[in-house]
């Protein structure tokens, strides 16, 4: 691409910049000479149809027609009107004078006299009188002369914009010579400058521009540059040595640093395993605590079934003793034909159809009783095992009723539990965290309940969540300590009842597992246990 001289620059930007402000002020101009033009003639135009209408407006009422045409005459003689025509109420012609081309043509007024295509400028004016009209007055101007002023009026605007466009063309010329002449200087001093810094050479010999002005201050500018580029080589070199100094020091600090650092990380690792250890043996704990205050509970329902199974065992041992009985007299009674009497009657004392009904009836209660035993050992090693780190697929309401056989003997006495347990896809958690999560809700949900209540367990599928609600209709938790019943160590209950970890350590099992516990509760009325799960994917 071709490089265009800052001289041309300056004269087309110029000539563009005068170009626009005179072609915007030729067309000002023009603008307000046709409005004034047109103020003038519709001024003119509206007058003289409404003087001539007022003064032949007797003529017409008197169908005066030698007064009218008198009238029409007299008007003509001014020498832009090109014609008058008198019309009366039914669109006859009264009187007319002007060009006769002139009389038959169609009239159509005009408001505008550049709209104006036949060089004549129509008005017309209305002769009235009460109310009805008698007559209109129709007037021709010509308005050659205006169009007329009008062009030379344009000629001289333009030729006055292109004489100064001229001029300013010149002027532009000019001072494009005398600044690129002066920038010229300036460049040739710049790349001296240039080269010498490129060369390490920083003695500069300097000529400023004389020319009393701006340019003149810039070639002061650039003398002052190269002054500060050489006081800026000699600062650079001394800080350069100053930076190769702190370089070594700083390289020494900062492996100074790194160790300590270093050492704190270590720490802090310990310390965070020390932690993570801590959480660990306090979930468990709390754990624990729930397993104990179950214990009691536990040891009732397995004392019952263990109860009856040995009750029947000691039943059974008595129906042995006689079989027993009956197989030794069985085989006496091959040896000793006389004692067949003796073995009937022993047969019918004992009633063995009795007894072989109820062995049947007994085996089955201690199978009944064993499987309890089993089933209640099972709930409470699922819920008390050591926790293990890896998340599982888990059944929600499997959990909910495994929770359920733990806490029986705990709520079964003073609170009807409701279950609605919704069919619901699988989440992804600690089957034993979760145990002991339901535990704590369900617990607590006992002890708000002042003697009988009821207690409703539901669960169900939320868009792609699974939701677990624990509701009572207990005492309820007051407003002002509701934001703290998840706080460590937070508790209403009397010293030795509560650690105030249970809803804490269920909290943080919740966040674990990516979901939420929230809690709605009014007092006297309930509380409200909401667990929201993600689904597993």
């Given at each position: 691409?071709?490089?265009?001289?800052?001289?041309?620059?300056?004269?087309?930007?110029?000539?563009i910049?005068?170009?626009?402000?005179?072609?915007?002020?030729?067309f000002?101009?023009?603008?307000?000479?046709?409005?004034?033009?047109?103020?003038?003639?519709?001024?003119r135009?509206?007058?003289?149809?409404?003087?001539?209408?007022?003064?032949?407006?007797?003529?017409?009422l008197?169908?005066?027609?030698?007064?009218?045409?008198?009238?029409?005459?007299?008007?003509?003689?001014?020498?832009?009107?090109?014609?008058?025509?008198?019309?009366?109420?039914?669109?006859?012609?009264?009187?007319?004078?002007?060009?006769?081309?002139?009389?038959?043509?169609t009239?159509?007024?005009?408001?505008?006299?550049?709209?104006?295509t036949?060089?004549?400028?129509?008005?017309?004016?209305?002769?009235?009188?009460?109310?009805?009209l008698?007559?209109?007055?129709?007037?021709?101007?010509?308005?050659?002369t205006?169009?007329?002023?009008?062009?030379?009026?344009?000629?001289?605007?333009?030729?006055?914009?292109?004489?100064?466009?001229?001029?300013?063309a010149?002027?532009?010329?000019?001072?494009?010579?005398?600044?690129t002449?002066?920038?010229?200087?300036?460049?040739?001093?710049?790349?001296?400058?240039?080269?010498?810094?490129?060369?390490?050479?920083?003695?500069?010999?300097?000529?400023?521009?004389?020319?009393?002005?701006?340019?003149?201050?810039?070639?002061?500018?650039?003398?002052?540059?190269?002054?500060?580029?050489?006081?800026?080589?000699?600062?650079?070199?001394?800080?350069?040595?100053?930076?190769?100094?702190?370089?070594?020091?700083?390289?020494?600090?900062?492996a100074?640093?790194?160790?300590?650092?270093?050492?704190?990380?270590?720490?802090?690792?310990?310390?965070?395993k020390?932690?993570?250890?801590?959480?660990?043996?306090?979930?468990h704990?709390?754990?624990?605590?729930?397993?104990?205050?179950?214990?009691?509970?536990?040891?009732?329902?397995?004392?019952?079934?263990?109860?009856?199974?040995?009750s029947?065992?000691?039943?059974?041992?008595?129906?042995?003793?006689?079989?027993?009985?009956?197989?030794?007299?069985?085989?006496?009674?091959?040896?000793?034909?006389?004692?067949?009497?003796?073995?009937?009657?022993?047969?019918?004392?004992?009633?063995?159809?009795?007894?072989?009904?109820?062995?049947?009836?007994?085996?089955?209660?201690?199978?009944?009783?064993?499987?309890?035993?089993?089933?209640?050992?099972?709930?409470?090693?699922?819920?008390s095992?050591?926790?293990?780190?890896?998340?599982?697929?888990?059944?929600?309401?499997?959990?909910?009723?495994?929770?359920?056989n733990l806490?029986?003997?705990?709520?079964?006495?003073?609170?009807?539990?409701?279950?609605?347990?919704?069919?619901?896809?699988?989440?992804?958690?600690?089957?034993?965290?979760l145990i002991?999560?339901?535990?704590n809700?369900?617990?607590n949900?006992a002890?708000?309940?002042?003697?009988?209540?009821?207690?409703?367990?539901?669960?169900?599928?939320?868009?792609e969540?699974?939701?677990?609600?624990?509701?009572?209709?207990?005492?309820?938790?007051?407003?002002?300590?509701?934001n703290?019943?998840?706080?460590?160590?937070?508790?209403?209950?009397s010293?030795?009842?509560?650690?105030?970890?249970?809803?804490?350590?269920?909290?943080?099992?919740?966040?674990?597992?990516?979901?939420?516990?929230?809690?709605?509760?009014?007092?006297?009325?309930?509380?409200?246990?909401?667990?929201?799960?993600?689904?597993?994917?």
């Open positions: 691409m071709k490089k265009v001289s800052l001289r041309l620059k300056t004269m087309i930007g110029t000539a910049i005068e170009a626009v402000l005179l072609s915007a002020l030729i000002v101009v023009i603008d307000f000479m046709m409005e004034s033009a047109n103020d003038a003639m519709n001024k135009a509206t007058t003289t149809a409404s003087l001539f209408a007022s003064a032949t407006k007797n003529a017409v008197s169908y005066d027609l030698a007064t009218l045409d008198a009238f029409t005459n007299e008007l003509l003689s001014n020498p832009d009107i090109l014609y008058v025509k008198v019309i009366d109420g039914e669109n006859q012609t009264l009187s007319f004078a002007g060009n006769e081309r002139l009389k038959e043509r009239f159509e007024g005009d408001t505008l006299v550049e709209t104006v036949d060089g004549i400028f129509d008005i017309h004016a209305d002769i009235v009188e009460g109310g009805t008698f007559g209109t007055i129709q007037i021709g101007i010509d308005i050659g205006i169009n007329r002023a009008m062009s030379e009026v344009k000629r001289w605007t333009v030729s006055i914009a292109l004489f100064e466009m001229a001029l300013v010149i002027f532009s010329y000019f001072l494009g010579i005398y600044l002449t002066n920038l010229y200087i300036l460049k040739s001093q710049a790349k001296f400058i240039a080269s010498n810094v490129k060369n390490g050479v920083f003695d500069f010999k300097w000529k400023p521009i004389q020319s009393k002005d701006e340019l003149q201050e810039l070639s002061l500018a650039f003398d002052e540059l190269s002054q500060t580029l050489a006081e800026e080589h000699e600062r650079r070199e001394r800080y350069q040595h100053d930076l190769v100094e702190l370089n070594r020091n700083l390289e020494e600090l900062v100074q640093r790194t160790e300590k650092l270093n050492q704190r990380n270590h720490q802090l690792e310990a310390t965070n020390e932690l993570e250890a801590a959480q660990q043996q306090l979930v704990s709390e754990k624990m605590a729930s397993v104990g205050q179950l214990a009691a509970g536990v040891a009732h329902e397995i004392n019952n079934p263990l109860g009856f199974v040995t029947n065992l000691d039943v059974m041992r008595h129906y042995q003793s006689d079989y027993a009985e009956l197989a030794k007299r069985a085989i006496q009674l091959g040896l000793e034909p006389d004692t067949l009497t003796a073995f009937n009657q022993f047969v019918q004392d004992k009633d063995f159809t009795f007894i072989n009904r109820d062995c049947n009836e007994l085996i089955d209660e201690s199978m009944t009783g064993v499987q309890r035993v089993s089933a209640i050992v099972n709930d409470l090693k699922q819920f095992r050591t926790d293990t780190v890896q998340l599982q697929p888990c059944d929600i309401n499997a959990c909910i009723k495994t929770t359920l806490v029986e003997s705990k709520i079964k006495y003073h609170a009807k539990v409701i279950t609605q347990l919704n069919e619901i896809p699988q989440v992804l958690g600690n089957q034993g965290k002991q999560v339901f535990t809700l369900l617990i949900a002890q708000a309940l002042e003697s009988e209540g009821e207690i409703r367990v539901s669960t169900r599928l939320d868009h969540c699974v939701l677990i609600q624990i509701q009572d209709d207990g005492i309820g938790i007051p407003e002002e300590i509701k703290k019943i998840f706080d460590p160590f937070f508790t209403t209950k010293i030795g009842k509560g650690t105030g970890l249970g809803l804490s350590i269920s909290y943080d099992i919740i966040k674990e597992h990516g979901g939420e516990l929230l809690v709605k509760s009014e007092v006297g009325v309930g509380s409200c246990f909401t667990i929201t799960l993600p689904v597993m994917l």
